[in-house]
DNA sequence: CGTGAAAGGGTTCACTC
DNA sequence: GAGTGAACCCTTTCACG
């Protein structure tokens, strides 16, 4: 939509590190005033580019130990099929992140659990249940090396 | 770790949908004084419960319009072979996640690319170019259904 | 875009229960 | 644990350079 010049970069990169930094915090960082900051950053979220702030909450901490890849295939590609198998997987609130891909496979899913027993749970319960699924294929996660909210800029 | 009641649970679904929510708004939110909010925060802060802020960027507006899924299997699981495949893929920008899988392939990556000639130098230029790498596997989403940075409390 | 100023809120103490 | 009050700091907005 717009251009971006270097500071508004900067913004956006301090603000993806730091997400509750100050506004004369950030000013000072990015070497504007209060003020121009306080502007630029209003322009930034009004047009989009910055579309919210999220506390990250620690998987562990929370005792989510496990992290699955869900590979899911639906019996056809209609767009009623497709429909009312994505307005029943937003339900799961152990769904972190589910993609419509092209390839082998209809849907990949990102999807979160305590351990072993919660993810037969979640798999019985929800993923089973899912409509129009015809084969699902999980994969556990042995360790997480990356994991960014957002592209490096 | 420690044991969060229904008031933490709170601060942490609030600040989990907006990070920038001042602490007086926090504490009326969820029913306490702003001093008490704002212990509490801090307890779970410095606990790593939430372990940060994050404004979020849209990749769209950024003209980041791809999402690849990348399956990577590497010519062994040594440790050595695993170490120094993880350190090359930390250094690319376009990673936003890899894990480690059990099964078939040994990681799966997430990419952001701008577009497909963007996505052909990432593979080229970096993917290709990683340590150890004896198959690549990519799929593209075609639609992102849902997105979420936390699991669902 | 920067400055400065003013008004209105927000944060953080020590203190109290 | 929680609430109160006061001092201090931050944010937002304005007119002006």
Chains 1, 2 share one sequence.
């Not at 209609?78 to 972190?96: D, S």
């Not at 360790?143 to 592209?151: A, G, K, L, M, S």
Request: aromatic content about 6%; overall charge neutral; glycine content about 4%.
């Amino acid at each position: 939509m717009s251009e971006h010049d270097a500071i508004d970069l900067a913004i956006m990169r301090t603000l993806q590190k730091n997400g509750r930094i100050s506004n004369a915090e950030l000013a000072q960082k990015v070497g504007l005033s209060a003020s121009a900051c306080s502007r630029r950053l209003d322009i930034l979220e009004k047009s989009g580019v910055i579309s919210g702030y999220h506390a990250r909450l620690s998987h562990k901490a929370l005792d989510y130990k496990m992290i699955a890849i869900v590979h899911i295939s639906l019996s056809g590609q209609f767009a009623k099929t497709l429909t009312e198998f994505e307005a029943a997987v937003r339900l799961c609130p152990n769904v972190l992140v589910c993609y419509l891909m092209s390839g082998e496979y209809d849907y990949i899913l990102r999807v979160a659990a305590k351990d072993l027993e919660d993810y037969e749970r979640i798999h019985r319960d929800w993923l089973s249940a899912l409509p129009h699924v015809v084969k699902i294929n999980s994969s556990f996660a042995l360790r997480e090396v990356i994991d960014r909210p957002n592209v490096g800029l």
